[in-house]
């Protein structure tokens, strides 16, 4: 049987470089502690809709109009951002993996044309399969000894909208970083205004201590001294996307429904913010639909920002991660009890309150997002990006997104969170389970919204 055809069809790969570079901005960076962790993780990506109107949508207003308008705001922007045109290298004569930058360097761009159906891709009420996906996302080359940071794509879909995608190497940027960079292109773009935020390059390392242990393990990981900087990259096989939304109504229905059940069991000092209320919801629909049962112990692992955590602080605008990683186990009998929803937004909110009295300079496990005890990999979920992000806000000067899909998450596994472009709802929940599971998940999603809204 033959494969279908690709409806993708590549129109030109071209690279894009800073004409010229700005002088404030480093040629060449060295990870720190905080980007060691993800070093031979799977690229981020997402990808961007816009739908345009009739006399935009044109293969013609495309390359005449949009696209030129695309490439010099992205020329524009990597002035300031030389280091994402870069690549990153780990020289046997350097004791650490480096961010470097030289002259002729130039981020990938991929420009093409889809014959798939924009209004199904960009469509939150429906499932798209993961492959769908594929050919609308740059490749991130993987080597040994070299990789970009960065690579986009621009696909038109005639007469429809046109998509943004990107992959970006994890050990460079984080969320935060690439929040920053999306809008500051899309600002130069739609105003060719250059006085987007600026990224602030300086490098807080902790204790050399607990960075020669983490170099140390990456090094022993297929080692002795192995520098490879090959990605670990997983087929998404048949998985498929989902999008489910919540209301500011839905959220605080669900937080008092936990408030209820926590003061119920004189509980009432738990952290209860919308993202441990939501995060809660989430991880116990996922451990009922993956059909856990009896006394072992689940995890999950998220992020948190630790810019401002950090003594003296680091500004907001830092280039680079700068996360460190929440851990909350609960047992699954507990969680897929009466209160299991309230029992989840304790340890989560745990793991939060966690935080305030973490030594961030001497956590090597903090760092990692590492427990105290292993576990089944099976057992452990995770959370990809935060609804503070605003990544629906990034609107090059024809709107804003239609949709925004974190397509990295068919790899990893995890279910994401971002903010929502639509006008009702507050917070988008991204997952991407196999296609067999999805009418499942929707099932348990809108039963528990029904459920917390009952006296």
Not at 102 to 124: I, M, P, Q, Y
Not at 241 to 247: A, D, E, G, I, M
Not at 300 to 320: E, K, Q, V
Not at 411 to 421: C, H, V, W, Y
Request: hydrophobic residues 40%; charged residues 20%; neutral net charge.
């Amino acid at each position: 049987m033959e494969a279908p055809p690709n409806p993708v069809k590549i129109v030109e790969v071209c690279r894009v470089g800073p004409m010229p570079p700005a002088s404030s901005a480093p040629s060449s960076l060295p990870l720190t502690v905080f980007d060691l962790p993800w070093l031979r993780f799977p690229p981020a990506q997402r990808l961007f809709f816009y739908e345009l109107p009739p006399h935009l949508g044109t293969a013609a207003a495309f390359s005449e109009t949009l696209l030129p308008r695309l490439k010099q705001s992205l020329s524009l922007t990597l002035q300031t951002w030389i280091l994402l045109a870069g690549n990153l290298t780990w020289p046997q004569s350097s004791d650490k993996p480096l961010i470097q930058y030289s002259d002729g360097d130039a981020v990938s761009l991929t420009v093409a044309e889809s014959r798939a159906d924009f209004h199904h891709l960009s469509d939150k009420s429906s499932f798209r399969e993961a492959t769908e996906y594929r050919s609308h996302l740059p490749d991130l080359p993987s080597s040994h000894v070299r990789v970009p940071v960065l690579a986009l794509q621009v696909t038109l879909f005639p007469n429809s909208g046109f998509s943004v995608g990107y992959s970006a190497h994890h050990a460079v940027v984080d969320g935060k970083t690439l929040t920053m960079f999306m809008n500051a292109w899309a600002s130069i773009c739609s105003s060719s205004n250059s006085m987007a935020d600026q990224p602030f390059y300086g490098r807080a390392f902790l204790s050399e201590d607990q960075e020669r242990a983490m170099l140390n393990e990456l090094l022993n990981q297929g080692g002795p001294n192995n520098k490879s900087l090959m990605l670990m990259l997983k087929s998404p096989g048949d998985a498929a996307f989902v999008t489910s939304q919540l209301t500011r109504a839905n959220i605080e229905t669900l937080k008092n429904w936990i408030r209820a059940r926590l003061e119920r069991n004189q509980q009432t000092d738990v952290h209860l913010s919308n993202f441990t209320a939501i995060s809660a919801f989430v991880w116990v629909c996922l451990i009922k639909l993956h059909g856990m049962r009896g006394d072992e112990k689940v995890r999950l692992l998220f992020a948190a920002d630790c810019r401002a955590r950090l003594d003296p602080p680091l500004p907001s605008t830092y280039f680079g991660n700068c996360v460190v990683g929440c851990c909350a186990t609960a047992d699954v009998d507990g969680l897929l009890g009466e209160d299991g929803v309230a029992m989840a937004a304790k340890v989560i909110g745990e793991a939060v309150d966690g935080l305030r009295h973490a030594d961030l300079k001497g956590a090597q496990d903090l760092i990692f997002g590492r427990p105290s005890s292993p576990i089944s990999v099976d057992k452990v979920f995770t959370i990809a990006g935060s609804s503070r992000f605003e990544f629906y806000k990034v609107d090059f000067g024809w709107g804003r997104p239609r949709k925004v899909e974190v397509t990295s998450i068919d790899r990893t596994g995890a279910f994401s969170l971002s903010d929502s472009g639509d006008g009702t709802a507050i917070v988008e929940i991204g997952l991407a389970p196999k296609k067999d599971k999805v009418a499942g998940f929707a099932s348990l999603f809108a039963s528990g919204l029904e459920a917390f809204g009952r006296p």
